[in-house]
């Protein structure tokens, strides 16, 4: 199917398979730009292990495909793990690669009318995920892997495990959503319970977990919060299991919603969490605060809100409103 490169890819694969150090997205992401890679190599007959070939390849994605500075960014950390790990080289020489540009453009946020609005388009369990999301700042994926135990309904707080760069941390569980949510736990609960009785029941558990405590993954507190309708055999173990609910899913339920509210303009999931943050920095909320909330690295990713609080402000009137 690979042709050539194929013995290639059969080893990532088993080297993914057997360090399980990634996740099964980020293995997809990289399997694809290593295709796209060799693919290259072969289209204009250079060495694939060789440093000036990488070099080439990158440029050709910033001059010629014109892709964005993150897109560049995800095909190198492909090629480099490709490189340390398959052909147990380093990569030399690449520091004057043409760099893609960045764009930097303000994201979209919804006012609070409009996520009012928006909010009456969507019912039962799909309004209750928009809500968690907007209610605080989750990302689409953090939500949709949600764990009962990450509930905490006594002391009122979400806590969100293994966020973007491995980081935990926690935030407000709403109390607009609190008993709608113990509703949905309930008949998660009952689910589970009929999995089980069925000799299913059991979810994915990172593996050194899974190996330290072999039956957690039937436990109760392990399950999803958000679980799949559907049984469905696990990609990487064959078993098996309820996997939790996809992003896209989330992401449609947004769409149909902007669209059914009428409002005109590019709002997707990640638009709630850009106006989760914008509407706590018009509240007074420190901007530090937020940046907790959001689980950023630095700061100054946040400040980003404080420049779409100021368009959103009350701007000096307009010389021809004067006449």
């Known amino acids: 199917m690979f042709g050539g490169w194929s013995p290639v890819l059969r080893k990532i694969c088993v080297y993914y398979k057997k360090l399980r150090i990634l996740g099964y997205r980020t293995e997809k992401t990289y399997l694809d730009w290593v295709k796209r890679y060799l693919h290259y190599c072969i289209d204009h007959k250079m060495d694939r292990e060789e ?6 390849y990158l440029t050709y994605l910033a001059v010629v495909q014109k892709v964005a500075g993150g897109t560049q960014n995800q095909a190198f950390n492909a090629i480099l793990f490709l490189f340390r790990n398959i052909f147990k080289k380093e990569l030399k020489d690449i520091k004057d690669t043409v760099r893609a540009k960045n764009k930097v453009n303000l994201p979209a946020v919804l006012s609070i009318d409009e996520v009012k609005l928006l909010f009456e388009q969507v019912y039962g369990t799909k309004r209750m995920i928009l809500e ?3 209610g605080t700042g989750m990302r689409v994926s953090e939500l949709t892997r949600l764990r009962v135990m990450n509930i905490d309904f006594g002391n009122r ?3 969100i495990k293994d966020g973007k760069g491995g980081k935990d941390r926690i935030v407000s569980l709403p109390k607009k959503v609190e008993e709608p949510l113990r509703i949905h736990l309930s008949k998660v609960k009952e689910m589970h319970n009929q999995d089980l009785m069925l000799s299913f029941g059991e979810v994915y558990l990172p593996p050194a977990l899974a190996r330290k405590y072999p039956n957690a993954g039937k436990e109760w507190k392990w399950q999803y919060v958000f679980p799949s309708s559907k049984l469905a055999i696990d990609p990487r173990s064959g078993k098996i299991r309820r996997h939790h609910i996809m992003n896209q899913s989330v992401q449609r339920t947004m769409k149909a919603a902007v669209s059914s509210a009428g409002i005109p ?3 997707t999931v990640h638009t709630l969490r850009h106006s989760f943050a914008t509407h706590l920095l018009m509240s007074g909320v420190n901007i530090r ?3 907790d909330l959001l689980g950023h690295k ?3 990713t946040t400040m980003i809100y404080t420049h779409i609080m100021r368009e959103m402000s009350e701007t000096p009137r307009s010389p021809l409103d004067m006449l």
């Open 265 to 267: 303009k590019k709002a």
């Open 51 to 56: 440093s000036s070939s990488v070099k080439l």
């Open 298 to 300: 630095n700061l100054e």
């Open 132 to 134: 968690l999301i907007y």
């Open 157 to 159: 707080h979400i806590v």
């Open 289 to 291: 605060e937020i940046q």
